[in-house]
């Protein structure tokens, strides 16, 4: 990967001051893609203003944000807005959720920012970087969305982390660790036969595929299937497979089915 591949998604972020910041700090390192996923209080406000038809007002929430952005308004001029979080990483190989609680449905396995931008450096595809409220960080379900996991190894009697000094930290590891790698440039477009990873979407539709066939034969005799879809989305998220090769698994799975149904 190479640092244009790198989206940065904030989910519920609620204070235009924390999003400004969060501007300046990917654009300090060489990145340039934000996402914002169902903003909330005074972020609302800021964003009201970026609207087409209200341009020409400069909110004090508006103002406030750009005031922390510093030299970094273009990043917020250019951000994306999305309703839901499942629509802001459809087009990304890998979601990483990042929290620091641990817990039975809150991913097992974790990895720190700067153990996050040595595995990306050897993948291709686009990531996503996620974080939470800055109040209640992500919950279970967003988290559930994400593929993996990561945190930032912090003093245990002081845990919480602004959200600005949590993205520069992971900007940072993945600026140093890229640009070793590529440059920081955008990478070349692919070419006929090159291994290109699925998209979230593309992993889920084959993630659905796999467990209709599975429950075909009657696999799932207890309530388990969504843990198991989890369980194979992240699985397949993180070995990188590419579209022929998830088409390809699809293929057994359903050639197993028909036996199945033959030998039933």
């Known amino acids: 990967m190479c640092l244009n591949d790198i989206v940065f998604v904030l989910a519920r972020p609620s204070e235009p001051g ?3 910041a969060v501007c300046r700090a990917i654009k300090n390192m060489g990145l340039r ?3 914002i996923v169902a903003p909330e209080g005074n972020l609302v406000l800021a964003l009201a203003a970026k609207l087409p038809a209200n341009n020409s007002e400069l909110n004090p929430a508006l103002e406030k944000l750009l005031a922390r952005a510093i030299h970094a308004a273009d990043i917020w001029t250019e951000a994306e807005f999305f309703t839901g979080l499942k629509e802001a ?3 990304c190989t890998i979601s990483v959720g990042t929290s620091r609680r641990r817990g039975r449905h809150r991913k097992s396995n974790t990895v720190t920012p700067r153990e996050l931008a040595e595995f990306l450096k050897h993948k291709n595809g686009k990531a996503a970087i996620v974080f939470g409220n800055e109040r209640t960080g992500l919950d279970r379900e967003e988290l559930e969305q994400c593929s993996m996991a990561s ?3 912090v ?3 002081f845990p919480s982390i602004n959200l600005s000094h949590a ?3 992971y900007a940072y590891e993945l600026y140093h660790t890229l640009t070793d790698n ?4 955008p990478g070349p477009e692919p070419v006929l036969g090159q291994w290109v990873p699925m998209t979230a979407a593309e992993i ?3 993630v659905k595929k796999t467990c209709d066939s599975l429950a075909s034969i009657g696999f799932y005799k207890y309530p388990n299937r969504a843990e198991q879809e989890r369980f194979l989305r992240d699985l397949i998220a993180r070995a990188g497979l590419s579209l022929s090769e998830g088409r390809y698994l699809s293929n057994i799975i359903i050639k197993a089915e028909r036996l199945g149904g033959e030998s039933g």
């Open 151 to 153: 945190h930032i190894p």
């Open 18 to 20: 924390n999003t400004g």
């Open 182 to 185: 590529t440059g920081g440039g």
């Open 204 to 206: 889920d539709s084959l």
């Open 167 to 169: 993205v520069q930290i």
């Open 89 to 91: 990483l459809a087009d």
């Open 155 to 157: 003093n245990p009697e």
């Open 33 to 35: 893609r934000l996402r």
